[in-house]
């Protein structure tokens, strides 16, 4: 009996198609025990943009109770265009862990949500905006340098120059594991058209980490907006280079720019 079983399992697995084959070692190993078999899952859906199935099975896994899995199930949400997931991605930004806070958040920034700002509002000044319905409990975890010990360009924060190396080398050089995050957040506020945002930039000009005052220069320069440069002229005699040649840029770029009319043009 349990021989005729086997080969009917087998007839049947040979007269599925590759694609229901393939979609059965999907959903096979999104229900792996392994977290890190159902993490690869979630990463591999990033494949399938505009497929239902997939985004399904990715929103089903922001549930996960390992936060590697709900983390790559937000990041694959957002490469794959989910829009019709923003909701739970709004959910999970609310998740205690703040790897998954991240990729959730920077999903919604890739699907043109501007929830993503008030996230990155959060860590680069510390505080959250008014009336923002940002829990005081999570931004305390983004300001703990324990929490974003943890979170770097996996995480979805998005790309940092590290002055000619890689995120994984700069944090070994320097011991310094939260400047790329805050910079990377400075860097997304470039498209966040709040003058709160702005006004965070430019005072984060002044900040003790040249990174984190190298990616304000930067962000600044992409707003397009001629009155902050007042808060960038200054960098022009960093101690940092990378700080100074980003200055100099944002100077150069602004200055360019006519002041008054109509909103500034982000890119």
Partial sequence: MRTLLLLSCAAFLQAQSPSEKAWKLLSDGAQDKSYEKRGKVMHALALLPQDAKAQAMAEAALKDDREEVRAAAAEALGVMGAKGSVAKLKA???????????????????????DAYRVYYAVVTGEKKTGDPLLESQVKTLKDPKALTH?????????????????????????????????????????????KSGKALMDICADPKWLVRAAAAGALARRNDPSTISAVTPLLQDENDIVRFNAAAAVIRLSSRPTGGAAPKRD
């Fill in 92 to 114: 999970a930004v609310n998740d205690k862990e703040a790897s998954v806070v991240f990729a959730a958040t920077n999903a919604l920034f890739v699907l043109n949500d501007p």
């Fill in 151 to 195: 979170i770097g360009v996996e995480a979805g924060v998005g790309f940092i120059p590290f002055g000619g190396v890689s995120y994984k080398v700069f944090k070994m050089a320097t011991d310094d594991a939260v400047s790329p995050v805050r910079a990377a957040a400075a860097a997304k506020l470039s498209r966040d058209p709040d003058p």
